[in-house]
């Protein structure tokens, strides 16, 4: 991309509003992620990202990966799948009970 002869200012400037763009989009999003889950469940999917940029990173670049490694790739994995499953169980009990509220006499 050229700006003219502007020895890359433009360019610079373009990348950094790329940025800001970028950083606004992800405090909204995480904020929206927070209000309608919680702050529990955000760190959980963060650290799930990690697991998934990891495998990612060994697919990409054919790192080796030891045992101990894909030990705590599957354990990581795993407890996002457990903790996933309670929390979607949580939200659909807690929204049965909303949408049919019981009766007091």
């Not at 020895?7 to 990348?15: D, H, K, Q, V």
């Not at 990409?60 to 990966?65: I, K, R």
């Not at 795993?78 to 929204?95: D, K, L």
């Amino acid at each position: 991309v050229r700006f003219g002869n502007d020895n890359g200012f433009g360019l610079t400037l373009l990348l950094i509003l790329i940025g800001c763009f970028l950083a606004v989009t992800y405090n909204l999003l995480t904020f929206k992620f927070i209000q309608m889950l919680s702050a529990v469940y955000l760190s959980v999917v963060a650290n799930f990202k990690l697991v998934i940029l990891i495998i990612l990173g060994i697919l990409v670049f054919g790192e080796d990966v030891g045992w101990l490694n894909a030990l705590g790739l599957t354990i990581a994995t795993i407890a996002f799948c457990i903790y996933s499953y309670f929390e979607y169980e949580t939200h659909v009990h807690n929204s049965e009970d909303q949408d049919n509220p019981k009766k007091v006499k």
